[in-house]
């Protein structure tokens, strides 16, 4: 991880700052884990089933309309109640979700289980980035904002390594059973023990100065205050500060976000389109689908689970090279970076599934294409991870105006949901029609992504949250 070098406060203090930011971050890493470990267990759910790619198309992305309702919610039940209140009904449903998703005994089941997981991986989408802007020393807050995005990265690929172990354990095929239960049923109840790590850390971490002194608890804000800014910190100026800008601000709602241009603030529009731009590139893609993507191109079941692992390794160091940069070079530069990078590589990637030549119901590539394929989805996923998959989370706890951001991060990150359902939902149809043309189309938002941050995203940089406007 990047080194914190303490400037202006106390090393003891920045340890305190980063433990509560990774503990805050363990939401991402449930975000990741659940989100992903539905790739190992596709396979499984369509035998046991008998459905074919749209009905398991429903099912994994059905999950994504629980997030957004989550993600839509989170902003008024954290002003509600408090960051680290909401934080532990996000893992309570996490926890009641990975049961029920372990145990279904229908496909409908199924679908309602991971709705429910959907709402509680939607409300830590939000709590957490808010929740670590506002604890987070200007000076680290891009860096520990990563945090989000580092933990979403290693829950994947733990739920990449886990379904690999159990898909070994029973003898390569998710389908056997484990001690009464298939294999694809452990993978999606294993959720349950980082649910519940989860709930602990959110009780004992300490709640947000923001939402403290909103609510008329200036003594227990100054003492978190002072605890991760460090006691050189003025406090007094410091809690003004605060207080001003909640003086000149109410608790927002959706019409609070109301603007000339197309019924919304620009700066509503800008985090919309972000959102949408991260998820339209297609990166979720590879981790829902691509363990069922290999094997249609020949790779067995417990080979091309390997595979997702190290499409993940490759996810978690494009995290750390942008946690050591996010903060030096800055937002933008990361971000037009990132989008030429996934361009070129999702166009590399397009060529050669160009390539495909049907066998039976699968399509086989030549070996040189499929080689090809393999590492441009790992270019890919480099250029995403050290770029979009960071940057926009940070962004979304950072560019909204104090008086509406809680309203303007939960609308920005329902947008997220819906843009991810519409990709998940529709892939594995566009697959079977053309898997080549799907991955233009994402390679054409990728490209178009790039043209947006340069003409409408601003840096933000060492800003303070009170200054955004």
């Known amino acids: 991880m990047a080194r914190i070098a303490p400037t202006g406060t106390s090393g003891e203090n920045i340890g305190h700052v980063v433990f509560i930011t990774?503990?805050?971050?363990?939401?991402?890493?449930?975000?990741?884990?659940?989100s992903a470990v539905i790739n190992g267990a596709v396979t499984g759910i369509e035998k046991n089933f008998d459905v074919g790619p749209v009905q398991t198309g429903f099912v994994?992305?059905?999950?994504?309309?629980?997030?957004?309702?989550?993600?839509?919610?989170?902003?008024?039940?954290?002003?509600?109640?408090?960051?680290?209140?909401?934080?532990?009904?996000?893992?309570?449903?996490?926890?009641?979700?990975?049961?029920?998703?372990?145990?279904?005994?229908?496909?409908?089941?199924?679908?309602?289980?991971?709705?429910?997981?959907?709402?509680?991986?939607?409300?830590?989408?939000?709590?957490?980035?808010?929740?670590?802007?506002?604890?987070a020393p200007p000076a680290y807050r891009g860096r520990l904002g990563s945090f989000q995005q580092l933990a979403i990265v290693l829950g994947i690929a733990v739920s990449q390594l886990v379904n690999y172990a159990i898909a070994e354990r029973a003898g390569g095929d998710v389908n056997n059973e484990l001690l009464g239960l298939q294999a694809w049923q452990w993978m999606l109840g294993a959720c349950l023990i980082?649910?519940?790590?989860?709930l602990v850390f959110a009780t004992v971490i300490p709640e947000s100065p923001r939402f403290l002194i909103a609510v008329g608890r200036t003594d227990a804000a100054r003492r978190v205050l002072s605890e991760v800014e460090g006691e050189?910190?003025?406090?007094?100026?410091?809690?003004?500060?605060?207080?001003?800008?909640?003086?000149?601000?109410?608790?927002?709602?959706?019409?609070?976000?109301?603007?000339?241009?197309?019924?919304?603030?620009?700066?509503?529009?800008?985090?919309?389109?972000?959102?949408?731009?991260?998820?339209?590139?297609?990166?979720?893609?590879?981790?829902?689908?691509?363990?069922?993507?290999w094997q249609s191109v020949g790779i067995n079941q417990s080979?091309?689970?390997?595979?997702?692992?190290?499409?993940?390794?490759?996810?978690?160091?494009?995290?750390?090279?942008?946690?050591?940069?996010?903060?030096?070079?800055g937002r933008r530069p990361l971000l037009l970076t990132g989008s030429a990078g996934m361009t070129a590589a999702l166009a590399v990637a397009a060529w050669a599934f160009s390539a495909g030549v049907p066998s039976g119901e699968a399509v086989k590539l030549p070996e040189a294409q499929g080689t090809v394929a393999l590492i441009a989805a790992h270019v890919f996923v480099l250029f995403f991870a050290l770029s979009w998959g960071v940057i926009v989370w940070v962004l979304l706890g950072e560019m909204f105006p104090n008086r509406v951001r809680a309203a303007a991060l939960s609308v920005a990150a329902a947008a997220q949901w819906v843009a991810n359902w519409l990709i998940t939902v529709?892939?594995?149809?566009l697959s079977e029609w053309n898997l080549a043309g799907a991955y233009v189309g994402y390679a054409a938002f990728a490209a178009l992504s790039f043209v947006?941050?340069?003409?409408?995203?601003?840096e933000t940089k060492g800003r303070k949250l009170e200054e955004m406007g």
Not at 239 to 259: F, K, M, N, Q, Y
């Open 22 to 34: 990774a503990a805050a971050a363990i939401g991402g890493f449930l975000f990741g884990y659940d």
């Open 452 to 458: 947006f941050v340069m003409f409408k995203v601003r």
């Open 60 to 135: 994994v992305a059905i999950a994504l309309l629980g997030s957004a309702l989550g993600a839509w919610i989170a902003g008024g039940l954290a002003d509600r109640w408090g960051r680290t209140r909401a934080m532990q009904v996000a893992a309570i449903l996490f926890a009641v979700s990975s049961i029920g998703q372990a145990l279904p005994f229908a496909l409908w089941d199924l679908a309602f289980w991971r709705v429910l997981a959907g709402v509680g991986i939607g409300m830590a989408s939000v709590i957490g980035p808010a929740y670590i802007a506002e604890v």
């Open 194 to 198: 980082p649910a519940l790590l989860y």
């Open 232 to 293: 050189g910190t003025d406090l007094d100026a410091r809690v003004a500060e605060i207080e001003t800008s909640l003086r000149s601000e109410r608790r927002p709602r959706l019409r609070d976000l109301r603007g000339s241009r197309f019924g919304l603030m620009p700066i509503v529009w800008i985090g919309i389109l972000l959102s949408v731009f991260q998820q339209f590139v297609g990166i979720n893609v590879i981790f829902y689908y691509s363990a069922s993507l």
């Open 426 to 429: 529709s892939f594995p149809s």
């Open 303 to 329: 080979d091309s689970l390997l595979i997702s692992f190290s499409t993940s390794i490759i996810n978690i160091v494009g995290t750390f090279v942008a946690i050591a940069l996010i903060d030096r070079i």
